[in-house]
């Protein structure tokens, strides 16, 4: 197997420093962008393996002359070697019910660890992916790993202000949302500043900077959307290749 790595990533590029993909003579992982890019990786990495080369490196520039108008230009770095497993950011979703389900299901081809968490056990039943039956579902909250993010749809909004300032006490938390209104979310930052928690990080509408629109699938693609920009933003200002 070939891992093929982008090291080096000027101007105008389709992905960044650190993307990789892994090639095998039948089957490729991953993705450094597509188009002739990665077409003219993947020959390069077969090549390597009929001929056992252990490393070698492509600068490519990314024009007409491939066939890409990108106009930046990138160096790849291919070596032989074993996929590591990723660690994906842990996602919590409070509430199995028709928003939640449908969240659930926008998120899991995406690289996250959603979770759907309920006390419900027959809301859980009608969920697809992995899921958690609770009775006190804040206790959750307290173990998340930092950089956790918590989104609570519960069917209960005394509830959804209990987990809402258990979210917001932790402060290391990259996402906390909240299904509602504007005037859920004035409630519930009475509710956190009366026990001197710092409402401020909260997301409440979720997803409604894209539309009003109330179907749950649409508020769950939407949802799906600002947290992933969330958490991109945050792993791209971590990232010492973009500093």
Do not use: W
């Not at 089957?27 to 990665?38: N, P």
């Not at 007409?64 to 032989?80: F, K, M, W």
Request: net charge neutral; glycine share 8%; aromatic share 4%.
């Amino acid at each position: 197997m070939i891992r093929v790595r982008i090291t080096q990533a000027k101007g105008s590029t389709p992905r960044e420093a650190g993307a990789e993909m892994f090639v095998t003579e039948a089957e490729v992982t991953g993705t450094i962008g597509g188009g002739q890019l990665e077409y003219m990786a993947i020959d390069r990495a077969r090549e390597m393996l009929a001929r056992g080369e252990a490393a070698a490196e492509m600068d490519i520039p990314l024009g007409p002359e491939i066939g890409q108008c990108c106009g930046g230009r990138v160096t790849l770095a291919l070596d032989r070697a074993a996929p590591t497993p990723e660690d994906h950011p842990d996602v919590l979703i409070f509430g199995a019910g028709h928003v939640g389900r449908a969240l659930a299901v926008a998120l899991a081809p995406l690289p996250v660890n959603a979770t759907l968490i309920d006390q419900r056990p027959e809301e859980l039943a009608r969920a697809t992916g992995p899921t958690r039956l609770t009775p006190l579902p804040e206790a959750e909250i307290r173990a998340a790993r930092p950089g956790s993010s918590v989104i609570i749809l519960t069917h209960d909004h005394a509830l959804d202000f209990l987990l809402a300032a258990e979210a917001l006490a932790r402060r290391d938390l990259a996402y906390v949302g909240m299904i509602g209104s504007a005037t859920k979310r004035a409630q519930c930052v009475r509710f956190a500043r009366q026990r001197g928690i710092d409402p401020a990080p909260l997301v409440c509408p979720i997803g409604a900077g894209f539309s009003r629109d109330k179907r749950p699938a649409i508020i769950a693609a939407f949802t799906a959307a600002e947290l992933m920009a969330r958490l991109t933003a945050s792993s791209l200002n971590k990232d010492p290749c973009n500093s």
